[in-house]
């Protein structure tokens, strides 16, 4: 069984995160997403969601193509999951393109294509300019 990997923050989930986590599952087997918590995303992202972490994580865990959400609680706990849930392919957005290339050593790293014209800080933009 192959196993794949990725990160991800997922508020406002949005058709772009679907199309990911789709084209993640096609990969392998079994697809694991790591939810970016609250305290995480607050402390070393400095990003505020609109959706706590557990109703993210509940959207997540509600996708098909998505078999186990788990938390994803600083940068570097890549390589621990890895190990842990025995990932044989490790998934990103192109916008990470070379952040993660130093994982190569224990499984394959990609990176897919952003679906264009869509982001949560495009939504997020776009709402604020109809005000």
């Not at 070393?44 to 997540?60: A, G, H, L, P």
């Not at 849930?85 to 957005?93: E, L, P």
């Not at 224990?106 to 300019?129: A, G």
Request: charged residues 35%.
């Amino acid at each position: 069984m192959k196993r794949v990997i990725t990160y991800g923050t997922f508020d406002m989930l949005h058709y772009g995160h679907i199309n990911l986590l789709r084209r993640a599952k096609e990969l392998g087997d079994y697809l694991v997403v790591a939810v970016s918590t609250d305290e995480f995303n607050k402390n070393s992202k400095n990003k505020y969601c609109y959706f706590s972490y557990e109703e993210r994580k509940k959207m997540v865990e509600a996708i098909r193509y998505v078999d186990l959400v788990i938390p994803e609680e600083n940068w570097d706990q890549k390589r621990e999951d890895i190990k842990k849930y025995q990932i044989d392919t490790f998934v990103m957005g192109d916008d990470w393109k070379g952040k993660f290339d130093f994982l190569e050593d224990i499984c394959k790293v990609v990176y897919l294509p952003r679906t264009p014209d869509i982001s949560t800080t495009k939504i997020k933009s776009d709402l604020n300019s109809e005000d």
